[in-house]
């Protein structure tokens, strides 16, 4: 019987998946006849990822699962639980966990525990944490942990269509990381409000109120956060706790620009707490000002984006390089930015840190909570290598995109066919290594093909 608390519980391997073609925004903008930045400028993205017809949650998640397991070289024996966060749901009944129990049968072990966890964009959060628990709990035998964390994010033609997208992040679990979760620090807020749901399940697209959901976001996170610091103070004495106690901030992303006025939004939460510091000094104005109606100001919004730019282009902006290129991964997006952070920062500038993550998934669910990087990840870094895959990808016009998201539209829930997909060539379409789709048979059961 295991009797000693694990140690430096955490992430030992990560991986990400995203689609191999994608659009430019600006591309996009001119199709779409809208002014020039309202998709760059307005929303913070530079170009979107998406999927045809021959990709859904399972073949990504086959495909972010296999990937990682073969780059780190690991056995399948030695896994032990794998938990899957996702919000895209092609069956009402059969998990995406089980689904990924093909991967396991040629090393016949059937003993993984965990399913598949679902609340908008948080369930690769509440999938962490189950699997986190289980690691510090009696129930652990030992093995690894998996939590996979993905979505393809699809819209109605229109408004929200640019915030689409589409990834897959798998992460491995176990003691004596180099990745470590900080333990009793994570700040919670849930509560029940219809700011985005998907009621019609014979279409992938949801219901979305867009303000509501922009607020909702910002409400949480200042609850969250507060909760985080109250933890942060009582656990570790901190004195005076605020922005600067961390080294990096990862955010869901829906669209970059609600990244840059939630960042500015801590400081006005510190701002809250500590008015009289002098970094505050052009902001005194709004110190009157009932919190309820902050969300509403654009002028205090303005303000605080102002004088947190600096630590935002240093703290948050290098994070965002999956959320722009790629777009919106609903649970995978908090995780893209992850696997930014880890690719892309020099390792000597990670080494040590503290990095804060905030979670959020509409309905809503959230969590502010944190992690350390004690020791370098050169193999992980390396295997991530996100510059280059990003640059590898191949560019496609609108109208084709356009055209893509209609079959795909036209092709859901369909049975018993062969999914032929655009005419494009597997080699044009996807990355090797990648799960696709290839039959829906009379009952519904899919069937997968990996491109090599």
Same mark, same amino acid.
């Given at each position: 019987?295991?009797?000693?608390?694990?140690?430096?519980?955490?992430?030992?391997?990560?991986?990400?998946?995203?689609?191999?073609?994608?659009?430019?925004?600006?591309?996009?903008?001119?199709?779409?006849?809208?002014?020039?930045?309202?998709?760059?400028?307005?929303?913070?993205?530079?170009?979107?990822?998406?999927?045809?017809?021959?990709?859904?949650?399972?073949?990504?998640?086959?495909?972010?699962?296999?990937?990682?397991?073969?780059?780190?070289?690991?056995?399948?024996?030695?896994?032990?639980?794998?938990?899957?966060?996702?919000?895209?749901?092609?069956?009402?009944?059969?998990?995406?966990?089980?689904?990924?129990?093909?991967?396991?049968?040629?090393?016949?072990?059937?003993?993984?525990?965990?399913?598949?966890?679902?609340?908008?964009?948080?369930?690769?959060?509440?999938?962490?944490?189950?699997?986190?628990?289980?690691?510090?709990?009696?129930?652990?035998?030992?093995?690894?942990?998996?939590?996979?964390?993905?979505?393809?994010?699809?819209?109605?033609?229109?408004?929200?269509?640019?915030?689409?997208?589409?990834?897959?992040?798998?992460?491995?679990?176990?003691?004596?990381?180099?990745?470590?979760?900080?333990?009793?620090?994570?700040?919670?807020?849930?509560?029940?409000?219809?700011?985005?749901?998907?009621?019609?399940?014979?279409?992938?697209?949801?219901?979305?109120?867009?303000?509501?959901?922009?607020?909702?976001?910002?409400?949480?996170?200042?609850?969250?956060?507060?909760?985080?610091?109250?933890?942060?103070?009582?656990?570790?004495?901190?004195?005076?706790?605020?922005?600067?106690?961390?080294?990096?901030?990862?955010?869901?992303?829906?669209?970059?620009?609600?990244? &840059? @006025? !939630?960042?500015?939004? *801590?400081?006005?939460?510190?701002?809250?707490?500590?008015?009289?510091?002098?970094? #505050? +000094?052009? =902001?005194?104005?709004?110190?009157?000002?009932?919190?309820?109606?902050?969300?509403?100001?654009?002028?205090?919004?303005?303000?605080?984006?102002?004088?947190?730019?600096?630590?935002?282009?240093?703290?948050?902006?290098?994070?965002?390089?999956?959320?722009?290129?790629?777009?919106?991964?609903?649970?995978?997006?908090?995780?893209?930015?992850?696997?930014?952070?880890?690719?892309?920062?020099?390792?000597?500038?990670?080494?040590?840190?503290?990095?804060?993550?905030?979670?959020?998934?509409?309905?809503?669910?959230?969590?502010?909570?944190?992690?350390?990087?004690?020791?370098?990840?050169?193999?992980? &870094? @390396? !295997?991530?290598?996100? *510059?280059?895959?990003?640059?590898?990808?191949?560019?496609?016009?609108?109208?084709? #995109? +356009?055209? =893509?998201?209609?079959?795909?539209?036209?092709?859901?829930?369909?049975?018993?066919?062969?999914?032929?997909?655009?005419?494009?060539?597997?080699?044009?379409?996807?990355?090797?290594?990648?799960?696709?789709?290839?039959?829906?048979?009379?009952?519904?059961?899919?069937?997968?093909?990996?491109?090599?």
């Amino acid at each position: 019987m295991l009797t000693a608390y694990p140690e430096n519980v955490g992430i030992l391997a990560i991986e990400i998946y995203f689609p191999k073609r994608y659009v430019d925004q600006v591309e996009l903008e001119k199709h779409d006849k809208v002014s020039a930045g309202k998709y760059t400028i307005g929303l913070g993205q530079t170009k979107m990822g998406f999927c045809d017809d021959r990709e859904d949650i399972n073949s990504i998640a086959l495909t972010a699962v296999q990937n990682l397991v073969e780059k780190y070289k690991i056995s399948y024996n030695d896994i032990g639980r794998l938990e899957v966060g996702t919000e895209t749901i092609i069956d009402k009944s059969k998990s995406v966990k089980s689904v990924l129990m093909q991967l396991f049968a040629e090393s016949n072990n059937t003993e993984v525990e965990g399913i598949d966890t679902t609340n908008a964009c948080y369930g690769g959060t509440s999938a962490l944490f189950n699997a986190l628990n289980w690691i510090e709990s009696s129930s652990w035998d030992g093995r690894y942990a998996l939590v996979v964390a993905g979505d393809i994010a699809v819209y109605a033609s229109g408004p929200a269509r640019p915030t689409g997208g589409a990834g897959c992040v798998a992460m491995l679990l176990g003691k004596d990381a180099p990745i470590v979760f900080d333990r009793g620090l994570r700040g919670t807020h849930m509560t029940h409000v219809w700011d985005f749901y998907k009621p019609n399940l014979s279409s992938e697209f949801p219901e979305v109120d867009g303000h509501l959901s922009n607020e909702c976001y910002l409400k949480s996170l200042d609850l969250c956060y507060s909760r985080y610091i109250e933890k942060l103070v009582a656990k570790e004495n901190c004195e005076n706790p605020s922005v600067k106690s961390f080294d990096y901030f990862l955010f869901h992303a829906p669209y970059c620009k609600l990244v &840059q @006025k !939630s960042f500015g939004r *801590l400081f006005y939460n510190d701002f809250i707490r500590k008015s009289d510091d002098p970094i #505050f +000094e052009s =902001v005194q104005q709004f110190k009157s000002m009932k919190i309820e109606e902050s969300f509403q100001s654009r002028d205090l919004e303005k303000a605080f984006i102002g004088i947190s730019k600096t630590e935002y282009e240093k703290k948050v902006k290098p994070t965002l390089l999956t959320a722009t290129e790629i777009g919106n991964m609903y649970c995978a997006s908090l995780y893209g930015c992850l696997t930014a952070a880890l690719s892309i920062t020099p390792t000597d500038e990670l080494v040590g840190k503290r990095i804060a993550m905030f979670s959020y998934g509409s309905g809503l669910s959230s969590t502010f909570f944190s992690f350390k990087i004690i020791k370098p990840i050169p193999e992980i &870094q @390396k !295997s991530l290598d996100i *510059l280059n895959r990003l640059k590898s990808r191949t560019e496609v016009t609108p109208k084709k #995109f +356009e055209e =893509v998201m209609h079959l795909r539209e036209k092709s859901h829930g369909k049975k018993d066919f062969k999914v032929v997909a655009d005419g494009s060539s597997l080699e044009d379409t996807f990355f090797k290594g990648t799960y696709y789709l290839d039959t829906i048979d009379s009952k519904w059961r899919r069937t997968y093909k990996r491109f090599i």
